[in-house]
């Protein structure tokens, strides 16, 4: 079955402890992104892949950071978390937009997290 | 830069009505037009979508038009059901796959 996978679901930790979520995808998918959404702000981009190795910046990066060492996965980590980092994560993937095509994005079911 | 604005919500509705939500986009360029719907503790799925102008995308009785001279990419549906009760999120892709959402109408469809 296709899929985008996330670890973990939820998670509650305190300020400053290190954390990562993993995110998995088995569509041999190109491009990774990971998004926040948070209650009237829709979903944020944090940081996107467009392929192994090649990472850049989204629309909400401070705080983040994430790596493509590998094509199905693309954690995202959080080296110092904060309460303002409380939010619903999400990752998805696609195919890249090769062709002139724009393809749609597969999402993981969310991440909570609960910087305390 | 590139943005979506879809109208507020929440929406509440009856079964059987009308349903649509406004859509429209800021964009350069042609980009590709999507909804997307997310249920209550899960992802967003893609619902339909458009790659053109006039373009209509349609799934399981939701349509929406690409419309270019109005830059808009309503959401209808002729008859809902409380199944369809979920968070809608018009979103658009240019070939950067620098993907835009909107912020998201949450939709309840009462018996």
């Known amino acids: 079955e296709a899929q985008v996978t996330q670890n973990p679901r939820y998670l509650i930790t305190v300020t400053g402890k290190k954390l990562t979520v993993t995110c998995s995808q088995n569509m041999n998918h190109e491009y990774m992104s990971w998004y926040r959404q948070d209650p009237g702000l829709g979903l944020r981009q944090i940081y996107y892949?467009?392929?192994?190795?090649?990472?850049d910046k989204g629309d909400v990066p401070e705080g983040y950071k994430v790596s493509r060492k590998e094509k199905r996965n693309f954690p995202l980590i959080l080296e110092s978390p904060s309460p303002n980092q409380t939010s619903l994560y999400f990752c998805?993937?696609?195919?890249?937009?090769?062709?002139?095509?724009?393809?749609?994005?597969?999402f993981g079911d969310g991440t909570r997290l609960s910087i305390l | 830069g590139n943005s979506v604005t879809q109208m507020e919500g929440p929406v509440t509705l009856s079964e059987e009505a009308f349903l649509t939500i406004n859509c429209t986009y800021t964009?350069?360029?042609?980009?590709?037009l999507f909804w997307y719907v997310q249920y209550p503790g899960e992802g967003l799925q893609l619902l339909l979508k458009?790659?053109?102008?006039?373009d209509k995308g349609s799934n399981k009785g939701f349509e929406a038009t690409y419309r270019k001279e109005t830059t808009s990419f309503h959401l209808e549906k002729g008859s809902v059901q409380v199944s369809d009760s979920a968070v809608y999120f018009c979103?658009?892709?240019?070939?950067?796959?620098?993907?835009?959402f909107g912020a998201g109408t949450r939709l309840t469809v009462k018996p």
């Open positions: 979103a658009l892709s240019d070939l950067d796959n620098d993907m835009r």
């Open positions: 892949s467009m392929n192994v190795e090649v990472t």
């Open positions: 998805a993937s696609s195919l890249s937009s090769a062709g002139g095509t724009n393809q749609p994005q597969h």
């Open positions: 964009a350069t360029g042609y980009p590709s």
């Open positions: 458009a790659t053109k102008a006039d």
